[in-house]
């Protein structure tokens, strides 16, 4: 009288151990900001504030504000105070325009009440990368801050700082700076590294087959023997009016290689877009960050042909080398409409 329960509680747990990759059954709430600095607000923050050094400056550029490094090689500005409620698993996304080959940039967060005195140095929220081309490099920020919860509790005050590095000449150009808190939830596709261990080749035109392994907590995606290529998903249905945010969570992209992702459309109109619309090019982000970018100004320019209603594959692929690997913890859309 037991077999049937006891055959669904054995499939339960199997299934519990597969990877997962799934849309939200129910619309959830779409990602809304609860702290948003443009370009012309950034352009008035105050350089930072330090134990010594690192003043740097910055001015209202075109579109940007343009963050310059102090005379010592690194250092910018800081957001007025700022209180962060852990507790909401907050997520800061900093959209960067442009960052020159050559020089690096970087984030953190410094409480306004160090306890320890060399936390006046700020706690590191995004380590020093080339990251740019207006995508939004994003990280969890309680993450990042998770080790300081006994000493500052949950509820914190503190200032953000942006800034460049690598010489006294060093720039970078910001577009915004925004927080949104993630307790709820605001995916609509998620897939862990399990689910996209378990992706098929790209299919192209010609050539970028690469291959999937599952590694220690992320999907390990080599490119093809012709030096680039990588991986594609199970099709997907994106809603422009909605304007979807593509996450990519990224543990590890080696020195040297870079990694990238495409929308491929299901049924491409035109030949060539058989080889996909580029939604973040090709990079080094990582150290479990995500890379996150807005879809629709991505495929702003192919509405007219799909609609805003399109069918389609995300292909993630490292490049440049028939070694070339990129380590991916998850992938995942959230609607921001």
């Known amino acids: 009288m037991y077999k049937k329960p006891f055959i669904a509680l054995i499939l339960l747990l199997a299934l519990a151990t597969l990877g997962t990759a799934c849309l939200a059954e129910s619309a959830p709430e779409a990602l809304s900001f609860i702290y948003e600095a443009d370009f012309e607000a950034i352009s008035e923050w105050g350089s930072m504030v330090t134990p010594g050094g690192g003043e740097g400056s910055v001015t209202k550029g075109d579109n940007a504000a343009i963050i310059k490094a102090a005379a010592d090689g690194w250092g910018g500005v800081q957001s007025e105070p700022i209180t962060i409620d852990l507790s909401k698993n907050p997520f800061l996304f900093v959209q960067v325009m442009e960052n020159h080959d050559g020089f690096v940039w970087g984030a953190k967060f410094t409480p306004s009440d160090p306890i320890i005195e060399d936390h006046a140095w700020g706690f590191y929220l995004i380590a020093d990368n080339n990251f740019k081309w207006n995508n939004y490099a994003v990280v969890d920020m309680k993450e990042r801050l998770n080790d300081y ?22 720039e970078v150009e910001v577009t915004s700076v925004k927080i949104a808190n993630m307790e709820n939830n605001p995916f609509i596709y998620e897939a862990d590294f399990e689910a996209v261990s378990e992706w098929g080749s790209m299919v192209t035109p010609g050539g970028g087959e690469g291959s999937v392994t599952k590694g220690d907590n992320a999907a390990i995606i080599k490119a093809a023997p012709d030096g680039w ?49 580029y939604l973040i ?16 100004a991505r495929l702003a320019d192919f509405i007219d042909l799909y609609g805003e209603t399109i069918e389609g594959v995300i292909w993630v692929y490292p490049a440049g080398s028939p070694e070339a690997e990129v380590e991916i913890t998850s992938v995942k859309i959230a609607n921001t409409k």
């Not at 509820?155 to 590095?165: C, D, M, N, R, S």
């Open 149 to 170: 919860i006994d000493l500052y509790g949950e509820t914190i005050e503190g200032v953000l700082w942006v800034y460049p590095a690598g010489s006294p000449e060093a």
């Open 229 to 277: 290529g990588g991986v594609q998903s199970e099709p997907i249905t994106i809603d422009l009016s909605k304007d979807p945010f593509l996450f990519v969570q990224v543990m590890e992209s080696h020195d040297g290689f870079k990694w990238g992702a495409k929308f491929t459309p299901v049924d491409p109109v035109i030949e060539d877009h058989a080889w996909g619309f």
């Open 281 to 296: 090019a090709d990079n080094n982000f990582k150290w479990n960050n995500y890379a996150v970018v807005d879809m629709k």
